[in-house]
């Protein structure tokens, strides 16, 4: 098993990722997994009625930032496992704002939200943990850009990491 901890630099990802990727630190593996805990208990505490809550008109709710948070891991995490194996496929943008009007998150409750991102979690320290060494700094195309594996599992931490601020910032101070 390899943990990636060297921070992947600027070339490895598009310039839109550079803040997430600045905002987690190394040992990535265990801060994505420690993260999972701290999203459990944040969304533990948030009360049932407040779960569809907006902090102003036309913004996600709760529950579809947590959705996001799931189809944007999921996301990642596939381009990362196609780079890994060797794929040389361009991989398109995802409109995050079509997938969460269609994820029906909003129907769902906090509590079956959580469930799923904590499953999403460990599904990708799994992934990542599969890694060999080398397949760390192969490269593929999302979106127009070039990644490395290592960008992509920075990013996921980063892009979580930002989400779960936004939600404690603005959603729940």
Same mark, same amino acid.
């Given at each position: ?15 839109? !990722? @550079?803040?997430?990727v600045? &905002? ?5 593996l265990?801060?994505? /997994?420690?993260?999972? +805990?701290?999203?459990?208990d ?34 990642f995490?596939?381009?990362?496992m ?16 079509? !997938? @969460?009007?269609?994820?029906? &998150?909003?129907?769902?409750?906090l509590?079956?939200?959580? /469930?799923?991102?904590? +499953?999403v ?10 890694f ?7 490269r593929?195309?999302?979106s ?30």
């Open positions: 098993m390899v943990n990636p901890t060297r921070k992947p630099h600027s070339d490895e990802y598009a310039d839109f !990722y @550079a803040s997430y600045a &905002a987690v630190e190394a040992p990535l265990e801060r994505l /997994e420690s993260e999972g +805990a701290e999203w459990r944040l969304l533990a505490a948030v009360p049932p009625d407040h779960e569809g809550y907006r902090y102003a008109p036309g913004k996600w709710s709760i529950r579809e930032v947590v959705g996001h948070v799931i189809d944007a891991e999921r996301m995490s596939v381009r990362a196609a780079f890994a194996r060797g794929d040389a496929s361009h991989y398109p943008s995802f409109d995050e704002n079509s !997938y @969460a009007a269609e994820s029906g &998150a909003d129907q769902r409750t509590a079956d939200l959580s /469930e799923e991102l904590s +499953a979690r460990t599904a990708t320290l799994l992934l990542l943990r599969s060999p060494e080398d397949a760390w700094n192969r593929g195309v999302a127009g850009y070039e990644f490395t594996v290592r960008s992509l599992a920075w990013i996921i931490a980063g892009h979580s990491r930002h989400h779960r601020q936004v939600l404690m910032e603005r959603y729940l101070a």
